[in-house]
Nanobody, 127 residues
């Protein structure tokens, strides 16, 4: 079973940085691709970034390219989202998710492709 717990959210000024962590307290998440999604008030959940289970491939939504970096440490069963140059429009609840990977370089961007979700962590960026 995969059990995901996010941490690292908080309040930061525009231009600042935060690093989110997502730890799997269940069995190893080798063979799981991982993703980060976010949901702002009144909006649908949207894809932010994803990484293959080997960590060799990553993909980002256009609005965060060059500012956010997804990474993973399979030995620690943890995936990270480093967020730099934060903007007020990045304010949302951020969720990590795990998807059973078909191939070692598989990446998934649709929420329906993910099997497990964390509870979310709030990120608030003030202007």
């Amino acid at each position: 079973q995969v059990q995901l717990v996010e941490s690292g959210g908080g309040l930061v000024q525009a231009g600042g940085s935060l690093r989110l962590s997502c730890a799997n307290s269940g069995r190893t998440f080798n063979n799981y691709a991982m993703g980060w999604f976010r949901q702002a008030p009144g909006k649908e959940r949207e894809f932010v970034a994803a990484i293959s289970w080997t960590g060799d491939s990553a993909y980002y939504t256009d609005s965060v390219k060059g500012r956010f970096t997804i990474s993973r440490d399979n030995a620690k069963n943890t995936v990270y989202l480093q967020m730099n140059s934060l903007k007020p429009e990045d304010t949302a609840v951020y969720y990590c998710a795990a998807a059973r990977a078909r191939f070692s370089d598989s990446i998934y961007v649709g929420p329906d492709q993910y099997n497990y979700w964390g509870q979310g962590t709030q990120v608030t960026v003030s202007s």
